[in-house]
């Protein structure tokens, strides 16, 4: 017998517990009564051979063991699969509660007894004694107590794992503890009513389990455990392997890679390939302009690289890799002696002692995202049968490659955005080969600030923004609208759950839903949407899964809420998804028309164009002769951008209006423009890592655009953006004279009606004096098609 406890005895370990066969025996009875006749043979001799020893009617001592392994053996071979070998099964017999094994399989104590010193390894004692254990089996043992006294099913799962390193190679094996409790029988010694059982289940939300409220209430002292536990280890060293890689992912910071890589991958690959002889290699392809590049941090990894580089070489490699890439394949050498004399690129690995050696190509998807390698200081280390075992890792590792790439692609980014601000297509490559120098020129001098400014002066901007009318609260309306179907649906499961199972718990998710529903209706909780998602999320789920699994008859309605909570197909998601489907729809056709516009900008002279998605859709322009100093600046193509902008405006006002029919959820949008006559200063600022305006005077223009968008008509409470109107807001008689002379053009074309409103505008905090042209836009076809067309000087004479 052994005892997998610590000296100091848990509360687990005080409870009144007696070793019985009684449950077993009555469950073998039932049994032979179920069976059919051939296997009915064998259980009769069973029942007839534990029934003839008189021990096992009262409980067992442990003192008694020894009289009783013949029936031992049998009940070991009864909860054997059939057909399985003893010596490959991990299966022991336990004392209740207590981890005492009086009984097991030789592969079972093999396993959690040292074989030089006969006692329980440590790693496993050190797992069955944790705190997390001890809190898991205190909520199994209760969990127990609720279901076979109080009828109440258990949701609780939970696994305790466990790893054994090997005592010749140290490689740690993983192991499953499942515990079968169907063999222990609880009695109450002082009985509890079942409605004080689920108010404090209320109280606790049914899964507290560990809480000291539920031990004072429901103390172990007060129940009697009898019969005996059946434990068994299942191997899960591929999974955990794997998950352990998982992990890694998960918890890699920038700094600690190689600590990660080090500690985490290569000892989990090594553990999934049984052999602690071979290395790993790891290169994931960092590209600049879509070729590759090789840093410290790609480098260190890779023998293959480090090979190179000691020779002077590493320059030719980046060439080499590219031809691998247009024909990967594996490469596998298990003597490279012997089989690859002549091979120079194999030579620089024999100098580095490697006899035997694999290469493996990488996948995320269709994409080759690096290389793994396998090294060996000795012959014959690397088999076939291990490259095999990689198989079911390699999803995990082109995860931990893509980490590593998106790792090394933000730090361009940041160097980008840190040092300049998002960019145009047009000139974007000019700029990483940019960022890529700093960042190797930063490695190596430790350069820790960039000092110059990139500053455009005297450029003409130009903002426009088109905004989902309404958003916000057809966002709200729609979630509520779900979330009222969703409980809905709960309280009729839950009825027909209630025909077949009558538990107390029913009644009282049925309530909580009910009282959703109306809270709901009622408007009370529209800003706590958060809270109905967790009680569906975290008790209404949890219940089902339950019913679902172990009520074979419930399966079908319980299936029907799935259904209906699939957040692309379910009902319980309809009204959020044809809303967001109808702003995505919108902001779709919105951004192409902007594309278009943008295009046409370029061809008459190079600007920079910048949009940013809100509900809706905002721009910046700005245009000058310090953005594009190789082609001379005139304000005859300030003007025709002016009015392109407008025209641009009026085409997206009416692609919009022509989406409504197409639209599961109508949505309309506003047009807004704001005029600035005046030219200003722009600057990448580092500071606050964007694309800004430079100067104390010029920031006015900036706070202005970020205020302008839920501005009101001056003593009304009447917002100045409406739908299928273009809204300008200005501040000069200069600007408002312009773009009258743009209106009437395209009033002319048909694209405007003939009324202008001229506004004046509440004060907002720090600006003052703001005024406003509203004009509506004509929403059928015109005469004259000019929509999304940028107005050259040849169609249009400006000035």
């Not at 004080?196 to 209320?202: K, Q, S, T, V």
């Not at 960019?423 to 080969?433: H, I, P, Y």
């Not at 029907?560 to 729809?585: C, F, H, P, V």
């Not at 009304?716 to 009258?740: C, G, M, N």
Request: hydrophobic content about 40%; charged content about 25%.
């Amino acid at each position: 017998m052994i005892e997998l406890t610590s000296d100091n005895f848990t509360d687990l370990e005080k409870a009144d517990t007696v070793l019985s066969f009684r449950c077993f025996i009555e469950y073998l009875r039932k049994k032979v009564e179920a069976e059919k006749e051939i296997r009915n043979i064998f259980l009769i001799h069973a029942l007839a051979k534990l029934e003839a020893n008189p021990l096992l009617a009262e409980p067992v001592s442990l003192s008694d063991i020894p009289k009783i392994q013949e029936e031992l053996e049998l009940i070991v071979t009864l909860l054997l699969p059939v057909l399985s070998e003893e010596n490959e099964q991990h299966l022991a017999l336990a004392t209740p509660l207590r981890p005492q094994i009086f009984f097991g399989t030789d592969t079972f104590y093999s396993l959690v007894r040292s074989s030089f010193t006969g006692k329980p390894r440590n790693e496993v004692i050190e797992t069955i004694t944790t705190k997390e254990t001890e809190k898991i089996r205190m909520k199994m043992v209760y969990s127990l107590i609720l279901e076979k006294i109080y009828g109440i099913p258990s949701l609780f799962k939970a696994e305790i794992v466990f790893g054994v390193p090997d005592e010749e190679t140290s490689l740690i094996s993983y192991f499953r503890i499942n515990i079968d409790t169907r063999f222990l029988e609880v009695k109450s010694k002082s009985p509890v009513s079942q409605q004080d059982i689920m108010a404090l289940l209320n109280e606790t939300d049914g899964k507290d389990f560990d809480k000291q409220k539920l031990k004072n209430f429901l103390p172990l002292s007060e129940f009697f455990f009898s019969g005996f536990s059946v434990l068994t280890l299942t191997d899960i060293t591929g999974q955990q392997s794997i998950e352990n890689i998982k992990n890694a992912i998960i918890h890699m910071h920038p700094g600690d890679s190689d600590e990660y890589y080090r500690k985490e991958v290569v000892s989990a690959l090594k553990v999934l390939i049984r052999n602690n002889t071979v290395e790993f290699g790891i290169l994931p392809f960092f590209r600049i302009n879509n070729k590759l590049v090789l840093t410290e941090e790609n480098i260190q990894y890779n023998v293959m690289v480090k090979a190179f580089a000691r020779k002077g070489e590493i320059e030719i490699l980046p060439g080499m890799l590219e031809e691998y890439v247009k024909k990967p394949k594996i490469v596998f050498y298990s003597r490279m002696m012997e089989e690859n004399p002549d091979n120079v690129y194999m030579k620089h690995l024999l100098e580095n002692n490697i006899e035997s050696y694999a290469l493996l190509p990488v996948y995320n998807g269709q994409d080759m995202v690096g290389i793994l390698e396998l090294y060996s200081k000795q012959k014959d280390s690397i088999t076939i049968s291990a490259l095999a075992r990689l198989d079911a890792a390699m999803p995990v590792l082109a995860q931990f490659l893509q980490h590593t790439i998106d790792g090394f692609n933000r730090k361009i980014e940041e160097i980008i955005k840190n040092r300049f601000t998002s960019l145009q297509s047009a000139v974007e490559w000019r700029f990483k080969e940019e960022a890529w120098r700093y960042f190797m020129y930063s490695q190596e001098h430790n350069l820790k600030e960039y000092t110059d400014k990139i500053i455009f002066k005297e450029v003409y901007p130009l903002y426009g923004g088109i905004d989902i009318r309404n958003s916000t609260i057809e966002r709200n309306e729609a979630m509520v609208a779900d979330l009222i179907v969703q409980c809905q649906l709960v309280i009729e499961i839950l009825k027909e759950i209630k025909k077949q199972v009558s538990i107390p718990i029913v009644d009282s998710l049925t309530f909580k839903c009910s009282t959703w529903i109306q809270a709901i209706e009622t408007k009370t909780v529209r800003e706590d949407n958060i809270r109905i998602s967790e009680f569906l999320e975290e008790e209404i789920v949890p219940f089902l899964t339950y019913f679902r699994e172990n009520n074979p008859t419930l399966r079908s309605v319980i299936d029907s809420y799935w259904k209906a909570t699939d957040e692309e197909t379910g009902i319980a998601y309809k009204n959020r998804r044809m809303l967001e489907t109808s702003m995505q729809t919108i902001n779709a056709a919105i951004s192409q028309q902007l594309d278009q516009f943008q295009t046409e900008l370029q061809g008459a002279y190079p600007c920079y164009f910048e949009k940013f998605r809100t509900d809706g859709i905002e721009y910046d322009i700005y245009i000058g002769q310090a953005i594009t100093p190789d082609k001379p600046f005139n304000t005859l193509y300030l003007k025709n951008i002016r009015l392109g902008q407008l025209n641009a405006m009026v085409s997206i006002a009416r692609m919009t209006h022509r989406l409504l029919p197409q639209l599961e959820k109508p949505l309309r949008t506003t047009q807004l423009i704001f005029i600035r006559s005046a030219a200003i200063d722009i600057s990448f600022r580092n500071d606050e890592r964007k694309f800004d305006v430079e100067g104390a005077y010029n920031i006015r223009y900036q706070i202005i655009k970020k205020r302008i968008d839920k501005v009101h008509i001056k003593n009304t409470s009447e917002r100045l953006t409406q739908p299928d109107t273009i809204a300008l807001v200005y501040l000069t008689k200069k600007e408002e004279t312009e773009y009258l002379e743009y209106i009437t053009y395209l009033q002319n074309l048909g694209l405007l009606e003939n009324k202008v409103e001229f506004l004046e505008l509440e004060e907002l905090q720090g600006v003052s004096g703001l005024k406003a042209l509203r004009v509506t836009v004509v929403l059928e076809e015109a005469s004259i098609n000019m929509i999304g067309q940028v107005i050259s000087s040849e169609t249009y004479p400006i000035g």
